[in-house]
């Protein structure tokens, strides 16, 4: 351990000019190269994040995100406070792949704590309080009485072309996407759809997809269900990261998913030049890019970023539901697919949604209620935004709130006195308020990151006050 | 071309020892690695499977069963009589999926002629044009007027509480069924619920699964999309053959998925003895009942067959939807399961109907509407069954006319004096009538058998003495 200890300090005069990018990849690609090179070999702990953080003189948060890159791509494993280790080369498990709310989530199996707190501060819902309930079953109604015998037969696995036909144009419309209404697929959700493209791309004789870091536990899942092997593709503050599709990098990967619009969790947007290499990467090895467009309809300063898609319609799929905008509850996904894709993501055993809902939401969306909807929603969510940052400043002045001013979730980083984040999840759940930490949306093992995901979708509006105190309690510790 | 067919006989010089599984097993692999490696480029025609089956000196069985599971696996693409082709890597496209309105059937793709055909006896329909429209409509909306926001939110992964409560009451008094609410679980239709039980068995273990033969294309889709091997066991009067199942014989299998109280597609119903002979087997060996109760609830000579499931529930997976009763576009199917394996079903990526609609179900069950409405489908069904049957003995006297008084469908066995069932049914077609042989839903290629599955759930009482005429007309030849 003393050749190990000689070692990192040999690694650590070895991060780099400071050109080389921030101080936080340059020390995890300091430490990988060692650790890949057997400098530094499996079983050796690395400094805890605070001495480490001390003796590089640099913010606490640097380590942490190194070693949460390190633990992500497979090189570590462990927390901070116990220790975070070099890891066995043949110990590279899946973590239990739980789940949770995210773009496409799913439903948490929740403690007898977590039912209890009152306050719901978990990423992934919209406020279900003001589901347009009377507007939509006002469009159920008239969908039923208009019903054929032809409606009633087996449904087209493509979905009705009614519903189709109008959905089309609005993605055209309030999304830029290039929106055929014949590569226009409706499916479950989002994650359902993404699922439908996993299965095809292994079909195709496809092994590996690349997705994001730290990005949402299910579509990991879904993918490995389907026989693929995920690549994890580290996001900095201008999104996901696209070294590896430059020049020949990303062999061997059939396709990357990616939340361009609004990255899921870290906030970011991703940058023009980032969008350019990705789809010169797709163009040029036949890659599918799976744009998951979960809650770009909301914006707050300024207008929605518009989709890849919309630039590329024959290498990018582009994915979205009702999860995000009305409820998951009813059961309406889409997507819009490269001709070459389209046949292959309505096989059997795929099946679309009830017919019923499909016309229901195809009357909401040429009512002008969807529209009327999203507007409502967009004021009542950046309100509630607003007023959550603010509270969450005046109640603990050195986090961080990060993340783009959009969708319905905000990341907060922060010092906690005592323990790590999950100790402080921990904590607000016993005062009450449930939220998430970025360590569940890392692939491998938790790292220790100080970083909550916080979502306000379906926070109540007189919760937002209350929410922030108990966070700062729980942080205090 | 000509090296494809040399590179072809080395593959077949490369089958491996009789000990390394059965045939069918060991061609497929060798031509799996042949095109993986590129020895058999894609667009290639591989052997007709008559061709192939003489040079191998075995069954043409063998030879289709293995080419179905590398079109199940994307690897060929094609028809039995078209000709199967190595597949295009960049291409691809939906593999001709058998689709079928089977008991858990899906939807055909019409040709122009199909679309123009005035009259639909097509087995499993059943009657559009009687849906209870203004009744569904009632229930829907008073649904959609009881809505709270933890309905709206991520939905119970089981199906919603109050629909499971009310169908288990429902499955016990009308089916015989031992439903206990807790092990039922809500899913989009019974193939559906069919692929999460395959897809169990898969995880755990399992790799071959029973079905009856003839029996549903897409039940043995699904199974093999899930990675099972298809075990066909044959059907005679008594229903499914079960000598496989007696001492020790079914070696490896570890479901058998059946239609006991209404063969589909012979009509037959499964003896008493067959089903202690299936029920001591699960028993035995702990393998698992599927029981596909698709149309049990129409028996027109006596009260329905009760189901397998209320004697062993232990050993017993229930399936029914409302496709058969209702409409396949309702989307809405169960599962009443072993209690092992209640929670293998409800894994992601399983998903539930929307919300919505199975309050909806909930809801028009509790108002005793599901009860009226199949009192008058029985009684519906049961007078176009009686004037069905007269018409084709009038017009067909020395066709025979087989399966119980119960169901949707009947067989139809004749003497062509021209050419095969399937000429007939294209004569059929020609004439304006929509039929569907025996022979498609047989494993393995068509055979020749001389009989027509005639559906009368969705045919119009006006068209049963035309269909007639014109069937005796296209026997004819």
Known sequence: MENFQSNLSSVLLDLGPEGAGPLYDRLARALRNAIRGSRLPAGGALPPSRALAAELGCSRWVVTEAYAQLAAAGYVTGKVGSGTRVRMPDAVRARSADRDHGPAGGPDRPTRAEQAARIDMRPGLPDLRSFPAGRWAAATRSAAAALSSADLGYPDPAGH??????????????????????????????????????????????????????????????????????????????????????SGGAQGIGAVIATPAHQFPAGVVLSAERRVTLLDWARRSGGLIVEDDY????????????????????????????????????????????????????????????????L???????????????????????????????????????????????GLHLLLGFEAATGSADDVRGRALELGVRVTTLDRYLCGSATGT???????????????????????AAIRG
Chains 1, 2 share one sequence.
């Not at 269900?225 to 070294?243: K, S």
């Not at 409820?327 to 292959?344: D, E, F, K, R």
């Not at 009357?363 to 603010?390: C, E």
């Open 161 to 246: 072309p009614a519903l189709r036909e109008v959905l089309a144009e609005y993605l055209a419309r309030a999304r830029g996407a290039q929106a055929d209404a014949r590569h226009l697929t409706i499916c479950g959700s989002a994650t359902e759809g993404i699922g439908r493209i996993c299965r095809a791309l292994r079909r195709a004789g496809h092994e590996a997809i690349a997705v994001e870091n730290p990005g949402w536990p299910r579509v990991r899942e879904v993918a490995r269900t389907a026989g693929l092997r995920i690549v994890p593709v580290p996001v900095d503050e201008h999104g996901m990261r696209t070294d590896l599709f430059e």
């Open 295 to 358: 809650d770009a309809e909301y914006r707050y300063d300024g207008r929605p970023v518009t989709t890849m898609q919309g630039t590329g319609p024959d290498h990018v799929a582009l994915l979205g539901s009702l999860s995000k905008t009305l409820s998951p509850a009813l059961g309406i996904g889409w997507v819009v697919s490269p001709p070459a894709w389209t046949a292959a993501l309505r096989e059997a055993p795929s099946a679309p949604p009830p017919v019923l809902d499909q």
């Open 360 to 406: 229901a939401f195809a009357t909401f969306l040429r009512a002008g209620s969807y529209d009327r909807h999203l507007r409502a929603a967009r004021h009542r969510y950046r309100n509630r935004r607003d007023a959550l940052v603010q509270a969450l400043d005046a109640r603990i002045p050195d986090a961080r709130v990060s993340g783009a001013a959009a």
């Open 450 to 472: 100080s970083s909550l995901v916080l979502g306000y979708g379906n926070l109540a509006d007189h919760h937002v006050a209350d929410g922030a105190a108990q966070l700062a």
